[in-house]
């Protein structure tokens, strides 16, 4: 999938999940081990941004905003 996605020559994709394979993505993206990934907390409700760096950010949740 990911594969696809770097073939499409999109500059910004953007990447739509749920929690388990919000992981599998982080996994990907970031380089985390399988451990890593599987303990990342990965509600539904945030948005998060890979940098070119393979860092993570999160942007705050709709919950969070109160």
């Known amino acids: 999938?990911?594969?696809a996605?770097?073939?499409?020559g999109s500059?910004?994709?953007l990447l739509v999940s749920h929690?388990?394979?919000g992981r599998m993505l982080a996994k990907q993206l970031a380089g985390l081990s399988p451990a890593e990934?599987?303990?990342r907390d990965q509600p539904?409700?945030?948005i998060y941004v890979v940098g070119g760096d393979r860092t993570i950010g999160r942007l705050r949740s709709a919950s969070e905003l109160g």
């Open 1 to 3: 999938m990911l594969d």
């Open 11 to 13: 500059r910004r994709p």
């Open 37 to 39: 990934a599987l303990g």
């Open 5 to 8: 996605v770097a073939r499409s």
């Open 44 to 46: 539904s409700d945030v």
């Open 19 to 21: 929690e388990m394979i």
